[in-house]
């Protein structure tokens, strides 16, 4: 797989996809980012990801499952290789003009994968805050759509001189979405009847500190709304 996804890379014209992230202030879409057969070295791995993949519900924000970092580095290694493919990173830091980097080894967020596969999963309008001194990127890659679901964003919502601009995306397999969570206001509409969504979420940082409570704040987040208290808290061997 890397062989073939470097090739897509350096085939890439960058440069208007740098000035489009940064017109978009600081959001971007690579539509067909992916083929099909390359996905499909991701897919093959979802059958055993099933019976660790944790359900939520927060009224009036959130429901849906995921599969933390930990879990995907136990039983689909593979996600965890691509995170820190070299040439994709740089990648990301080209389309970012920010030197990215791979989150710390101890968070959970770092890699995962989000699932919603029961009737209103969803989740309602927020920010990637970040709770890191620096920024926090997240790339959001499209695995399995057979849903009605959309990625609703806002673009300039934080920007002192432009107006909000709302929009509608389909999250379609092979589809690369980036962007600064601290700018892009953004929800996922409710999942229908006999439809399954999953997503593979990345998140980059520019500065992999944090301070202690602001760690606890983002650990308690991710216990509750994400991965659950045993995945964050009792952390498994940690590797990278
Ligand atoms: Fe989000």
Not at 186 to 198: A, S
Request: hydrophobic content about 35%; some cysteine.
């Amino acid at each position: 797989m890397n062989a073939d996804l470097k090739n897509i890379l350096s085939s890439i014209t960058l440069t208007s996809l740098k000035e489009k992230f940064q017109v978009q202030d600081e959001f971007l879409v690579i539509e067909n980012f992916l083929p099909q057969s390359i996905l499909n070295n991701f897919i093959t791995n979802l059958p055993q990801l099933n019976s660790v993949i944790n359900r939520n519900y927060i009224p009036n924000h959130k429901k849906g499952g995921s599969v933390s970092k930990y879990s995907l580095d136990n039983l689909a290694p593979l996600f965890k290789e691509f995170y820190n493919l070299p040439f994709f990173l740089n990648f990301l830091r080209e389309i970012t003009g920010e030197q990215l980097l791979p989150c710390p080894a101890d968070d959970a967020h770092s890699y995962a994968l989000y699932y919603y596969t029961e009737p209103g999963d969803h989740i309602q309008y927020h920010y990637d805050t970040s709770y890191y001194k620096g920024k926090r990127f997240t790339v959001l890659l499209g695995l399995v759509d057979n849903s009605s679901c959309k990625l609703e964003y806002q673009l300039y919502r934080r920007h002192p001189n432009r107006e909000t601009q709302t929009y509608s995306l389909t999250l379609n397999p092979g589809t690369l979405v980036v962007f600064n969570g601290d700018k892009l206001y953004h929800r996922v509409t409710p999942l229908g009847i006999n439809e399954e969504r999953i997503v593979l979420t990345l998140e980059y940082v520019t500065n992999t500190n944090m301070g202690n409570f602001q760690r606890f704040i983002s650990n308690m987040k991710d216990a509750i709304a994400y991965f659950g208290f045993r995945q964050v808290f009792l952390k498994p061997r940690i590797h990278r």
